[in-house]
């Protein structure tokens, strides 16, 4: 099955700095990379996602790039806020028997804005 | 709004002592997950469903259950809980070929 490694555990940048978090995987048939936040006592949320066809994609602040080649990808956060602190996880999807997209998880990166 | 509610958020409960967790989503999705997260351990998944009466394994399935007999309902079982089932449990919810909405967590204590 697949396996996503992820790295850091741990991040700590200073305000306004930029943040990298960096993720490969085994299954070259994933095809859907979505990035997940998670704040103190909540469920994760999507902040960004691509698709096995791009390259990369930015949406303000943050950005993600794939080599599918190489098989990894990363989540670029620049201009670091406080708010940025949490709890980031990196996924991989791939087909299930049947229909459905199962995601298998990074173990994630514990980051931390200090002012 | 689009929703996946876990209920209870918080249980303690003894060793061998029948429990379910229950999750409901609002967006008719087809696709339901529950994982489980621990420290250094990310999230993995427990059981899925595709459908109405189709559930699978995941990667972590012993010692749970699962049930999908309504398209909005996905309740996690313990049949009988142990004391390495202490974790966070997160129901999610994902349409065909888009993002997966997660619940907000049940932390479960088992003593």
């Known amino acids: 099955g697949e396996n996503v490694e992820q790295h850091p555990s741990t991040l700590s940048v200073q305000e306004g700095d930029s943040a990298v978090i960096k993720c490969t995987y085994s299954d070259s048939a994933s095809n859907y990379f979505p990035w997940y936040k998670q704040e103190l006592g909540k469920g994760p949320q999507l902040i960004i996602d691509?698709?096995?066809?791009?390259g990369e994609k930015k949406d303000q602040r943050i950005a993600v790039t794939l080599n599918k080649t190489a098989k990894h990808f990363s989540l670029h956060i620049t201009e670091t806020q406080p708010e940025d602190s949490a709890v980031y996880f990196c996924?991989?999807?791939?087909?299930?028997?049947?229909?459905?997209?199962?995601?298998?998880f990074g173990t994630g990166t514990q980051l931390k804005v200090e002012l | 709004e689009a929703q996946v509610t876990q209920n209870p958020r918080y249980l303690i409960t003894v060793t061998g002592k029948k429990l379910t967790v229950t999750c409901s989503q609002n967006?008719?999705?087809?696709?339901m997950s529950w994982y489980r997260q621990d420290p250094g351990l990310g999230l993995r998944q427990i059981y899925y469903?595709?459908?109405?009466?189709?559930?699978d394994k995941g990667d972590v399935p012993e010692g749970y259950k699962v049930s999908r007999k309504e398209k909005r309902n996905f309740p996690l079982i313990l049949e009988s809980p142990s004391p390495n089932q202490t974790s966070l449990y997160f129901c999610?919810?994902?349409?065909?070929?888009?993002?997966?909405?997660f619940g907000q967590g049940t932390r479960l204590t088992v003593v």
């Open positions: 999610a919810s994902q349409g065909r070929d888009t993002e997966a909405f």
């Open positions: 996924a991989a999807s791939t087909r299930v028997t049947g229909g459905g997209n199962k995601l298998t």
């Open positions: 691509i698709r096995s066809n791009v």
């Open positions: 469903s595709m459908n109405v009466e189709v559930t």
């Open positions: 967006m008719n999705h087809e696709y």
